[in-house]
DNA sequence: ACAATAAGTCAGAAAAACATGACTACCTGA
DNA sequence: TCAGGTAGTCATGTTTTTCTGACTTATTGT
């Protein structure tokens, strides 16, 4: 046992915890993201982090991991309900401080 | 330099990030928060860390100090108006998942 | 005067997060 | 068949965060 999180906004806030996952949610708002290209544009970043990102933001429920089996035969990962459920708390937080 | 910060949400996102700063924050909506009884509440946390977390939400702006000239003479935390402002965000953040 | 409480600081150790480079496996175009 | 892209994993090393215990300064109760 490792929880009994007394703080209900805790764990939502771990969701977007760490060094990658907040640019990778924002870059998903935009379309379906992929492992590689993420790589590419967010600079500094490296294949482990973002691996580990995407796997645990799918985890939570944030993305949709799913396999096109078109041309080049990749992976997508979109916004799930609860992922697009989030924007509106992020822009709140957007527009105050 | 470190910034250039792509993401609007992401600077607030960490204003409430590491371990402990959610339950304090969470403790202080409570009412004035002290250093010392902070330290006997959450169970599991450490001087050092909580006298960090403080500073850093200080600094930030979400946590007002203010020494009180009273019989035990202490010094007390409580939120500042910005602090305040990141409720309603909470709420939301809550009421959601 | 003495012990306790309050609010810390500091150095060092331990744990968690992050980065690197090598490697896999599959598919595609030339 | 061979090079290149896509999507990773794995072991290892570095960096950042967090924890521990010793120490400090000022105030208070007895």
Known sequence: ???ENSC???G??????????PQIFRIALDGPIRFSSLLRQIEGSNKQS???ALRELE???LL???VV???PLHIEYSLSEKGRSLIPVL???ENLS
Chains 1, 2 share one sequence.
């Open 69 to 71: 089996q078109l041309k």
């Open 1 to 3: 046992m490792e929880s």
């Open 12 to 21: 939502l806030l771990k969701m977007l915890s760490g060094k990658w996952k």
């Open 50 to 52: 973002i691996a580990v």
């Open 8 to 10: 209900p906004a805790e």
């Open 59 to 61: 985890e939570q429920g």
């Open 64 to 66: 949709d991991k799913n």
């Open 91 to 93: 822009r709140q937080l």
